[in-house]
């Protein structure tokens, strides 16, 4: 599958933005789709996670209740709605897919998508 992410920008503190992860291949709803963000000097690091069917949701405890993810397997998408956005949320956020199991870990993901910025101003 491949992953193309969008949405990104430049937003004020308290402000929302929504990405964006459109995947091609006809089998999107067997996946597990992941959101993780890597602020510069920084690792990569879990943000979000959805289940195949977008009926569990897992997050990062710092942005659950700001974020939210969601999945529409018809369309192939899963968007990222971010709201009260706070300056430590700056980073380049990635769209990332994987047929294993249900998972928090970057490294066992199979599919990325190319990345998109995220810059939150105080």
């Known amino acids: 599958v491949q992953l193309q992410a969008s949405g990104g920008g430049l937003v004020q503190a308290g402000g929302s933005l929504r990405l964006s992860c459109a995947a091609s291949?006809?089998?999107?709803?067997?996946?597990?789709m992941g959101w993780f963000r890597q602020a510069p000097g920084k690792e990569r690091d879990f943000v979000a996670v959805?289940?195949?069917?977008?009926?569990?949701?897992y997050y990062l405890g710092s942005v659950k209740g700001r974020f939210t993810v969601s999945r529409d397997n018809a369309k192939n998408t899963v968007t990222l709605q971010m709201n009260n956005l706070k300056p430590e949320d700056t980073a380049v956020y990635y769209c990332?897919?994987?047929?294993?199991?249900?998972?928090?870990?970057?490294?066992?993901?199979?599919?990325w998508g190319q990345g998109t910025q995220v810059t939150v101003s105080s």
């Open positions: 291949g006809q089998t999107f709803s067997s996946y597990v």
């Open positions: 990332a897919a994987t047929k294993g199991s249900w998972t928090t870990s970057p490294g066992l993901y199979d599919y």
């Open positions: 959805i289940s195949p069917s977008g009926g569990s949701t």
